[in-house]
């Protein structure tokens, strides 16, 4: 019990170190995700993109808003089926793979099936 305990303590500083470390694109990652994931109007991950946002304490501001119409544009890109042609548009329709993709494999590892 005491175990689990300081191993879950050493788990939650060390994720607290990381998020103190973060630069300042990835801090904003969440709003650029949320904006893709509105745009392509899969509400499940926007929502928990969102989420991601309040967890990490990001408030409402320029910067997040700028990212946020940054994910959506690309989103809406994706939705219409056409090309992405820059490669900040690329990276984020790679953020967003990789954040679904994340999801989904914490959700099957988490009912056993992997």
């Keep these: 019990m005491i175990k ?3 191993l879950l303590m050493m788990t939650t500083f060390g994720f ?10 990835e801090i904003y990652k969440s709003c650029r ?12 991950y926007a929502d928990l993109a969102a989420r ?4 990490k304490g990001i408030k409402k501001d320029a910067t997040c808003d700028a990212s946020y119409e ?7 890109i994706k939705n219409k089926d056409s090309k992405l042609k820059s490669d900040s548009d690329k990276k984020i329709h ?5 954040f679904k993709k994340k999801i989904e494999d ?4 988490s009912a056993g099936l992997i």
């Design 4 to 6: 689990n305990i300081l």
């Design 16 to 25: 607290i170190g990381l998020a103190h470390a973060e630069k300042p694109d």
């Design 33 to 44: 995700l949320t904006g893709y994931f509105d745009a392509a109007k899969d509400h499940v």
């Design 52 to 55: 991601l946002s309040v967890a």
């Design 70 to 76: 940054a994910g959506f544009a690309v989103g809406e």
């Design 94 to 98: 790679n953020e967003a793979i990789d």
């Design 106 to 109: 914490a959700m099957l590892h």
